[in-house]
């Protein structure tokens, strides 16, 4: 990785003495379920901002549909779930954090419980599903196919009642700010610069900042995330010289609503738990041709295996069959999945549902301990944004809600215990930065986010190649050339860079794992090297890119 991605530290020039200051113990970047666990761990030992890039509920964790895994059933053992994880993790999972997180899962399930959010229930007892990659039914879920939404809303309303908690909507984050009397990339992190469509920009300054605002799908075409997920957190964390671990590894969810010129929306793995089966145009039920475990494979298997049967049949999609739910069985277990369909026309109850794969959840991120804390002091991260081991190179289905409570509580306690016992009297240092004018041609940022997105469909997609990764990387260090050389102003332009940033780090990460394992499948290295079980991490330092 060289030119504009290691040059630019800051994406727009700034002098602290002329913005205005804000000032707080704990700030807290991102809204989804990680960030408001995490504010309100934190807002126990002093202030907090949660400061949000649109509104609270424009999150991958509100969008959520499967729901919780934790080990609920005595039928059921934390071991099986820790198996279960390591397994489809396939060797980048880190057992001590696994064991961790599954061994906590129950404990903040009953809180949520207790905080308000209604788990469905059957004969007095919880209602568990099974998904992908499970040996046992264990998937705790909410409103049928809206758990994340019910979390979302339970979180956020405790977070408004709190007096210690300031939410900042539609607050764009440009940039992490470091004290550059600590050194260079890699320093002290003190706060954030921001943009507000009625304030201008900003500077929040914070003995702790949390960032919880992961979320990548919009680099690429297929996606099942909102408009918000443009791998800010990531850009960020790479121009302030934070390490970032495993962001080669993009999981793709197998089955998304097709519809031929509408959005991708999500049919929840569970939709398979309750016996969904996959069938091609003939209604041949090829999956049990690929995995043992058939429809209920890990989402790479299902999602490659997908991949491999429409270029065998030559189609577009394939289908998911649930015809034998019952359309008012299907409508009461997933309502939101049967407005969707009825949407377009297509009733559950009688008709296939047409089904292909998207862009879903990354995996990488800010590289973390055990309790939230990053290689750049005063920086936290946890949820999608943070690089936990947790997942290894693959996630468990549902494994990502229960992980955004535990880490956002532990990332909470450190940030606000940390944030308590720092002098308050911790100075202020000035800041002025200046990028250096373009005289280049102004390219159409509309053309540029979209092109990427399609160019990392093509090429840093399900099945990759080297080849294919090298001129991606040729592509977008071109369009960085144009893009990364320029000052913008307004929040479109700065997602386009960040965009870019986190495509050239996630290709170039790709491109020197030269092995299949998980969600990473090349073609040209179809095999798994016992010599890659390891994870990437890489920073930023001054005009170099260091690779461990």
Known sequence: MNGPYLKRRYLVGF??????????????????????????????????????????????????????????????SVDSHIADTLATGTGLSDESVVRHVISEAPRHIREMAQWGVAFDTSGGQLSLGREGGHSCCRIVHANGDSTGRAMVEVLSERCRRSERIKIFNQCFVIDLVTDPAAGGPGSRCIGVLTCHPRYGLQLILARRTILAAGGAGMLWRETTNPRVTTGDALAMCFRAGAVLGDLEMMQFHPTTLYVAGATRSLISEAVRGEGGKLVDRDGHRFMPDYHPMADLAPRDVVSRAILDHLAKTNGTHVFLDVRHIGAAAFAARFPDIDRCCRAFGIDPGADLLPVHPAAHYHIGGAAVDIDGRTSLDGLLACGEGACSMLHGANRLASNSLIEALVFGQSCGEAAGREAADSSAAESVPRIEWQNPPSERTELDLADIRNSLRSVMWRNVGIARRGERLAETIDIVAFWGRYMLDKEFNAPASWEVQNMLTAAYGISECALRRTETRGVHYREDFPQTDDNWRRHQLVRRTDHQLVVQ
């Open 15 to 76: 002098d602290s003495r002329r913005l205005g200051h804000i000032f707080t113990d704990v700030l807290v970047l991102g809204s989804g379920v990680a960030g408001m666990r995490a504010a309100l761990e934190a807002s126990q030992y002093g202030e907090v901002i949660l400061a949000t890039k649109a509104d609270v509920e424009d999150s991958n964790s509100y969008l959520a549909q499967g729901g919780l895994a934790a080990v609920m059933d005595p039928d059921d």
